[in-house]
């Protein structure tokens, strides 16, 4: 059964930090790419960033760009996200997502059922 497990999320202060994990089975992992998406009440969901599992190169939205950092630890099927410098506005349900092959978006193969984040100020 293909599963796409998030954890990590929470409540952190304006500045504070959060690692998210997404673990993944059923599917061979390093011919996906896996990204996050999120989504903030009264919003349409957003693109994140995304790791192609394959050939290590990541994406960020200009929003997270010098703040989050993706990375892939294949011998564990994971995709972790570490959020640094967080803000209010990255307040929302984080989604991991599995694509095959490319960080494209567009065709989304499998989804998590989220992990909320919570950024006071």
């Known amino acids: 059964e293909v599963q796409l497990v998030e954890s990590g999320g929470g409540l952190v202060q304006t500045g504070g930090s959060l690692r998210l994990s997404c673990a993944a089975s059923?599917?061979?992992?390093?011919?996906?790419?896996i990204g996050w998406f999120r989504q903030a009440p009264g919003k349409e969901r957003e693109g994140v960033s995304c790791?192609?599992?394959?050939?290590?190169?990541?994406y960020y939205a200009d929003s997270v760009k010098g703040r989050f950092t993706i990375s892939s630890d294949n011998a564990k099927n994971t995709v972790y996200l570490q959020m640094d410098s967080l803000k209010p506005e990255d307040t929302a349900v984080y989604y991991c997502?599995?694509?095959?092959?490319?960080?494209?978006?567009?065709?989304?193969?499998?989804w998590g059922q989220g992990t909320p984040v919570t950024v006071s100020s």
């Open positions: 997502a599995a694509e095959d092959y490319y960080c494209s978006g567009l065709t989304i193969d499998y």
């Open positions: 790791i192609a599992s394959s050939s290590g190169t990541t």
């Open positions: 059923g599917f061979t992992f390093d011919e996906y790419s």
